[in-house]
């Protein structure tokens, strides 16, 4: 959007300036121009491959919540950096709290704030593999890695995230692909939008995995749908574990956090030991009776609950894990619908100060390899060689009730 400036002149001439020898300040024609700072040109490579944006021609003539565009990051791990919706009464929003690309080419440089790909999940919506969530272990000598254990075999994980309280321990964090390149990415116009496909060949993910991995995505933009879909196959000879999730932050389009609803389908929610570490002790909370209850149909308004939570025991409408963000300010709404049956939990991070909520449908609990969880089953698919498991979550728009 062009940046505009208004200048008010106000000139106050008196005969006793001119008998004063004042110089008399010169018509607004001959004021020297306010030159302005351009914006940053908007760069057409992140991470070092072209930025993708699927476009599709509304249809509605805004008379129903269609999707507009995807602006996906190949360069970052397939990254879906912005989504762009209109919305009746409201025009057109973007979806995702993300900066502008030239601010985001800024932060995804690989550097200090960047390392492991770190930046990539602080905005727009990255993929999360082979581990969404937090993974403890024996930290290195030299604080770069951590050793977990998994079916007997030991993984060594950078680690990449810590807590900001003095001592805070850290640990792995959110997969190993924040910043990996995507090979054979081809993009399609399908009868009412587009869609990119790309493939990440994983490999042993640097060395920090146990088998080999191909990782295929697609990203299909429609008016009433996104569709994120991601394949992970086992092309080793050793049997490994795997998990797939997603850190989309959504817009609360208002602005006005308090008034927005959220509608999570979980029954229970995993206690942490706090909210710097967010490390569970392997206790399944009730949610019945407690402020993490957000099953009502219409949810629960935020308010100035603070959230880094994860919810289990899901309840699925025909076969899909919905969870619904609503503005009613704004009269809208974006259903997020976790299509695959291996999702069994749901986190979501939502600070009081943030005009955003970031909804995490994956596979697993966090820590997922963790002692507290005493053997139950922590979400983790295990693939042996020639397997594959798909996750698919798909967004979809709807106006909330008044």
């Known amino acids: 959007m062009p940046i505009r400036s208004k200048h008010v002149l106000a000139f106050a001439v008196a005969p006793f300036l001119v008998f004063a020898g004042c110089k008399q300040s010169p018509p607004p ?7 302005q700072p351009a914006a940053p040109a908007a760069p057409s490579q992140i991470g070092g491959q072209d930025i993708v ?8 003539n805004g008379q129903k919540p269609e999707f507009l565009t995807a602006t996906v990051l190949p360069g ?9 919706a209109n919305v009746p009464g409201k025009g057109e929003v973007e979806v995702f709290a993300s900066p502008s690309l030239a601010d985001a080419a800024a932060k995804l440089n690989g550097g200090l704030g960047d390392l492991n790909g770190n930046a990539s999940f602080a905005f727009g919506g990255a993929f999360l593999v082979p581990y969404p969530n937090r993974i403890r272990g024996k930290l290195s000598a030299d604080g770069k890695t951590i050793a977990t254990d998994w079916h007997g075999k030991t993984l060594t994980l950078p680690a990449n995230w810590k807590g900001k309280n003095p001592g805070a321990e850290p640990h792995a964090m959110h997969g190993l692909i924040l910043a990996t390149k995507t090979d054979d990415v081809k993009t399609e116009t399908t009868s009412d939008g587009q869609t990119v496909t790309g493939t990440i060949h994983a490999g042993d993910f640097g060395g920090h995995w146990l088998s080999k991995t191909d990782l295929h995505f697609t990203i299909a933009l429609t008016g009433d749908a996104v569709d994120a879909t991601i394949t992970a196959k086992n092309i080793g000879n050793e049997p490994e574990p795997i998990a797939v999730g997603w850190h989309p932050y959504f817009n609360i389009p208002s602005g006005d956090r308090k008034q927005a609803r959220l509608q999570v ?3 229970q929610v995993a206690e942490v030991n706090n909210y710097d570490d967010v490390f569970p002790t392997g206790k399944l909370v009730p949610v019945k009776d407690t402020k993490y209850d957000f099953t009502a149909p219409d949810g629960k308004a935020l308010e100035d609950i603070f959230l880094d939570d994860n919810w289990s025991k899901l309840q699925r409408t025909n076969g899909a894990v919905d969870v619904n963000l609503t503005d009613p300010a704004s009269r809208y709404g974006i259903r997020v619908e976790g299509l695959s049956p291996e999702i069994k939990t749901v986190q979501v991070y939502a600070p009081p100060t943030k005009q955003f909520a970031a909804i995490e449908e994956q596979f697993n609990f966090g820590d997922p390899f963790g002692k507290e969880w005493h053997g139950m089953d922590t979400g983790m698919v295990t693939l042996k060689p020639g397997q594959s498991v798909t996750w698919k979550v798909r967004l979809a728009l709807f106006t909330p009730q008044k």
């Open 29 to 35: 024609s001959e004021q020297p121009a306010q030159s």
């Open 53 to 60: 944006k699927l476009e599709r021609k509304p249809t509605s």
């Open 76 to 84: 970052r791990g397939m990254n879906v950096f912005q989504i762009t």
């Open 265 to 267: 389908p979980g029954e």
